[in-house]
């Protein structure tokens, strides 16, 4: 019965060998070291040193060998059983031992009982966990804002776990996630590495799909003049799934950057446009001059006249009344996005005619018509007359000044009645 017990736990042993052989990630000198210090260590538990053993692991085949190094001594002159043995014993290994020599005998780990494998095991799968966590972080931790492929495996309310070609665990969190993606199990996504978490050496590789910098990397791939130097990209502003604007500068004065980027008929940014589920790319030629920057970045809006207070970053942008729509766009996603690329507060207004900008009146004079709340939340916005506030744009007037519709109507319709008397 004991033999049959010592067996299987010599099985129970090799089984735990055939699993870290298996091990991915981890180089086969580190993996030996490990599983032989993990050895040494049970060793001088149970002897109290592990000086004079020799381990010899073999993690191709999955096993290991265990051998005690004693000394042979005179019968009753055993001072430490560890690493003496009486020379009655070693003549019980070999006959023709005698005092002085060497004695090297093969240890079988498993009669050590189930505490001591036990301990073995966890000993050993916290240490490959620990080499495993560290494998992860190092191949990652440089890899930040680059493009990573990986194959779509969980997908929960708040996050989708995707897993790379070595079944590492990466982690797209929903505010990292274009709000049209979709996600089938076991389809390939493409995204960045946005950053790489090490707390309590647990490794978390986060993803992003709604960064810029993502855009930034899906052109460098697409546009062989980026890769190249010729092309630099600016900056890039992004309402993902929606809308993005690139601002793009060319290193030759042969190349036009736009049309490079773009392609034709639109080729280059094709594959670009699908895989960011059908976000509308605008690619604008970068200039330091800001007044020419906005204007390009308002696009395809057609700019009158521009006023910039470079100190408040701000700008203050003249429209024909048809243009105005253009340059907000739908949702106020055009203005949105050309601030966002601009770093400037652009706010639009209506191109007034000659003549009309002498007749004005302060909003202060409507407070029996209007609430005053209402004539402080737009004046807040710089507008401080009723011409201002008829030529601003009714959705800006909406959105700036946090007012709702029916409100910011009443307004309008109150000074415009104003006008028409």
């Given amino acids: 019965m004991a033999a049959r017990k010592n067996a299987e736990e010599q099985v129970s042993m090799i089984?735990?060998?055939?699993?870290?052989?298996?091990?991915?990630?981890?180089?086969?000198?580190?993996?030996?070291?490990?599983?032989?210090?993990?050895?040494?260590?049970?060793?001088?538990?149970?002897?109290?040193?592990?000086e004079n053993f020799d381990v010899i692991v073999n993690p191709d085949?999955?096993?290991?060998?265990?051998?005690?190094?004693?000394?042979?001594?005179?019968?009753?002159?055993?001072?430490?059983?560890?690493?003496?043995?009486?020379?009655?014993?070693?003549?019980?290994?070999?006959?023709?031992?005698?005092?002085?020599?060497?004695?090297?005998?093969?240890?079988?780990?498993?009669?050590?009982?189930?505490?001591?494998?036990?301990?073995?095991?966890?000993?050993?799968?916290?240490?490959?966990?620990?080499?495993?966590?560290?494998?992860?972080?190092?191949?990652y931790k440089d890899r930040v804002g680059q493009i990573v492929a990986g194959e779509v495996y969980q997908i929960w309310k708040r996050e989708?776990?995707?897993?790379?070609?070595?079944?590492?665990?990466?982690?797209l969190p929903k505010a990292e996630q274009i709000p049209s993606d979709q996600y089938r199990k076991g389809e390939t996504l493409r995204a960045i590495i946005a950053r790489v978490d090490n707390e309590n050496n647990n490794p978390k590789i986060i993803l992003s799909r709604t960064s810029p910098v993502f855009l930034e990397r899906l052109l460098e791939q697409e546009v062989p003049e980026i890769a190249d130097g010729l092309i630099s990209?600016?900056?890039?502003?992004?309402?993902?799934?929606?809308?993005?604007?690139?601002?793009?500068?060319?290193?030759?004065?042969?190349?036009?950057?736009?049309?490079?980027?773009?392609?034709?008929?639109?080729?280059?940014v094709h594959?670009?446009?699908?895989?960011?589920?059908?976000?509308?790319?605008?690619?604008?030629?970068?200039?330091?001059?800001?007044?020419?920057?906005?204007?390009?970045?308002?696009?395809?809006?057609?700019?009158?006249?521009?006023?910039?207070?470079?100190?408040?970053?701000?700008?203050?942008?003249?429209?024909q009344p048809e243009e105005v729509s253009l340059a907000i766009g739908r949702g106020g996603?055009?203005?949105?996005?050309?601030?966002?690329?601009?770093?400037?507060?652009?706010?639009?207004?209506?191109?007034?005619?000659?003549?009309?900008?002498?007749?004005d009146i302060y909003l202060d004079e409507f407070s029996d018509e209007v609430d005053q709340w209402v004539i402080d939340a737009v004046k807040a916005i710089g507008l401080d007359t009723a011409k201002q506030v008829i030529n601003a744009p009714r959705e800006m007037l909406i959105e700036k000044a946090d007012l709702e519709e029916e409100t910011v109507d009443h307004l309008l319709n109150v000074l415009r009645a104003e006008f028409e008397q």
């Avoid at 989708?160 to 982690?171: A, G, Q, S």
């Avoid at 600016?234 to 980027?261: F, L, N, Q």
């Avoid at 446009?273 to 970068?286: F, K, P, R, S, T």
């Avoid at 949105?336 to 002498?358: C, H, N, Q, W």
């Fill in 333 to 359: 996603l055009n203005i949105k996005l050309a601030s966002m690329l601009t770093e400037y507060t652009i706010d639009v207004f209506r191109d007034v005619p000659e003549g009309e900008e002498e007749e």
């Fill in 233 to 268: 990209i600016k900056k890039i502003a992004r309402m993902p799934g929606e809308r993005a604007k690139v601002a793009v500068e060319s290193y030759d004065e042969r190349i036009d950057p736009v049309g490079a980027c773009v392609g034709v008929k639109g080729s280059r």
């Fill in 61 to 139: 085949k999955g096993d290991f060998e265990i051998y005690r190094n004693r000394v042979v001594v005179a019968d009753g002159e055993v001072a430490d059983e560890n690493k003496e043995i009486s020379l009655t014993e070693a003549q019980k290994i070999e006959p023709d031992y005698e005092v002085g020599e060497d004695v090297s005998e093969r240890v079988n780990f498993s009669k050590f009982g189930r505490r001591a494998i036990l301990t073995l095991r966890q000993t050993l799968a916290s240490k490959i966990l620990e080499l495993e966590h560290d494998s992860l972080y190092n191949k």
């Fill in 160 to 171: 989708v776990l995707l897993v790379d070609d070595e079944n590492n665990e990466l982690i």
């Fill in 15 to 50: 089984d735990t060998f055939k699993e870290f052989k298996e091990t991915k990630n981890i180089d086969r000198t580190t993996l030996v070291s490990v599983l032989e210090e993990s050895f040494r260590n049970v060793l001088a538990k149970i002897y109290g040193s592990d």
């Fill in 271 to 319: 594959g670009i446009v699908h895989e960011l589920c059908n976000e509308n790319i605008d690619v604008i030629n970068w200039t330091a001059n800001i007044k020419l920057f906005i204007q390009r970045a308002l696009s395809p809006a057609h700019v009158s006249s521009i006023n910039i207070n470079e100190e408040e970053r701000k700008a203050e942008v003249y429209l």
